[in-house]
DNA sequence: TGTACATCAGTGAACGCGCGTTCACTGATGTAC
DNA sequence: TGTACATCAGTGAACGCGCGTTCACTGATGTAC
């Protein structure tokens, strides 16, 4: 892919970024994007096919993002429990600090052109961590990690709702890992 | 509230329900439930002050109807691990049995008036089996409580993907009940 | 170096469409006397 | 039993609005010769 990065494009997503803190997803307009990109109507299609395309490039932002965060932060140590919870850590952080989480966690999975998009953005994630759960002796490694992604998604929203970290329910959270 | 049960009204939250296993829910438009109800486009406004207040009625109906099934199944007994697997069995046997699950699992949570509906209905839920939970001697029950929510709502969706009960992934679930 | 042409991001007015909502009206049913 | 009135679910044409998208155009930059 490579991403030209176009300036111009990078800022119309990063005018999404912001709003979708603001605004639900659903009803994240053209027009809104474009005046807070500081461009005109025409330039949005430009860069970006419809507004599907773009909210898609969006999602897909937000994600890459998050999982540099994660892969910097456990890369290079073994698959097994602390790789899982630095990880889990990485993720959990980086959503505190990222822009619309709520709108890529919460909403981007019910829209239309996005749903097939944050799927496979959690399978992906899913198979990342499998490793982890299999070294735990897990016996169903794979399915044991896609529930570990959604609660760690949950996690997220809860803290995001809170608006800081909350010990508990990450405690809570690597207390799964106890049983796999 | 007692829901003076009005048929039409009726006929329109079945309407909603049956179109939500087909269109995304925020593209669920007030014309498609008219027709779906077959009734007159100002009839729907004789029932509900608007479209948010209808989207909520029709999440708390799917609510209402997947916690009686619950409870029918998990009522008697006593917190603790039993009840709950009861409980989850019974709720995800509802969701493959109910219409519009991917709508209220998926998309509601994103939805402008709904959101915080979803929040309060999840909510709900996690202090339900909090007692569970803390039969089961765990550290944060509530926390985990909120954590079993999700997952099981995550196998919710992705049996719904499959179009049938996928028995590693509740595997997984339940092994979850070993840990806390 | 200068001229002619091609490319392409950017512009913004204009468009059509479908949406949620309104409202004056109808007709059946209930109530008063 | 009959008449007059009130109530209220239901009707559907009409409305205005905001949306996503288009398109003819501009102007700067790159390329050919």
């Known amino acids: 892919m490579a991403h030209s990065e176009h300036p111009t494009r990078h800022a119309l997503l990063d005018a999404g970024l912001g709003l979708a803190e603001r605004v639900a997803l659903s009803a994240l307009s053209v027009d809104e994007i474009v005046r807070g990109a500081g461009v ?22 937000f994600h890459d993002e998050i999982r540099l965060a994660i892969q910097a932060e456990s890369d290079e140590l073994p698959p097994g429990r602390e790789r899982l919870e630095r990880a889990a850590a990485a993720y959990l952080d ?27 953005a959690n399978d992906r994630f899913a198979h990342d961590i499998e490793p982890d759960l299999r070294a735990l002796g897990s016996a169903h490694p794979l399915e044991a990690a896609r529930l570990f992604v959604a609660m760690t998604a949950e996690v997220a929203l809860l803290e995001l709702d809170a608006g800081e970290s909350l010990t508990p329910l990450r405690a809570a959270l690597i207390d799964y890992l106890a049983a796999v």
Chains 1, 2 share one sequence.
């Open 40 to 61: 005109a109507k025409g330039t949005f299609y430009v860069h970006f096919k419809d507004r599907a395309d773009y909210l898609v490039a969006l999602h897909r932002q």
């Open 94 to 120: 980086a959503c505190l600090r990222a822009r619309g989480v709520k709108a890529m966690l919460a909403q981007a999975r019910g829209l239309p052109g996005i749903g097939h998009e944050v799927a496979a």
